[in-house]
C-alpha cells in the first residue's frame, strides 16, 4: 500500500505560480510511473505530467512550456510547478503512482483555483 499526500494547492490570479508536492510513503525510485492529473468541475479527470522510469517527462499539450515536473527520490517526492496558471487550470489536481505490477495508487487531491 502507497500513501501519497499532496499539498500546495490554492487560489492564485491568472499568470501566477503554484508548486505543488507529492510525497510517498514509499520509494518513488521504485515506481513504474509518477505524475499529476486533474479533474475540472464536471469534466473527466486527466493528465496532467507524468514521470516514467526511464524515460522523459510526458506533459498534456495545453501545458507544455508552463508546467514542470521534477521528483526528488531521497525525498519520495514529486513536484509539480505551474506557472503562467490561466483560469483554465482550474481543477482538482492528483497524485498518481503506479507500481511495476501495474496497481495505482491516488492521492486525495488538492484544489486549484485561478481567478481571471
Known amino acids: 500500500q502507497v500513501q501519497l499526500v499532496e499539498s500546495g494547492g490554492g487560489l492564485v490570479q491568472a499568470g501566477g505560480s503554484l508548486r505543488l508536492a507529492c510525497t510517498a510513503s514509499?520509494?518513488?525510485?521504485?515506481?513504474?510511473?509518477m505524475g499529476w492529473y486533474r479533474q475540472p468541475p464536471g469534466k473527466q479527470r486527466e493528465l496532467v505530467a507524468a514521470?516514467?522510469?526511464?524515460?522523459?517527462?510526458n506533459y498534456a499539450d495545453s501545458v507544455k512550456g508552463r508546467f514542470t515536473i521534477s521528483r526528488d527520490t531521497t525525498k519520495n517526492t514529486v513536484w509539480l510547478q505551474m506557472n503562467s496558471l490561466k483560469p483554465e487550470d482550474t481543477a482538482v489536481y492528483y497524485c498518481?503512482?503506479?507500481?511495476?505490477?501495474?496497481?495505482?495508487?491516488w492521492g486525495q487531491g488538492t484544489q486549484v483555483t485561478v481567478s481571471s
Open positions: 514521470i516514467i522510469s526511464g524515460s522523459s517527462p
Open positions: 498518481n503512482y503506479i507500481t511495476w505490477g501495474g496497481t495505482d495508487y
Open positions: 514509499a520509494s518513488i525510485f521504485s515506481a513504474n510511473a
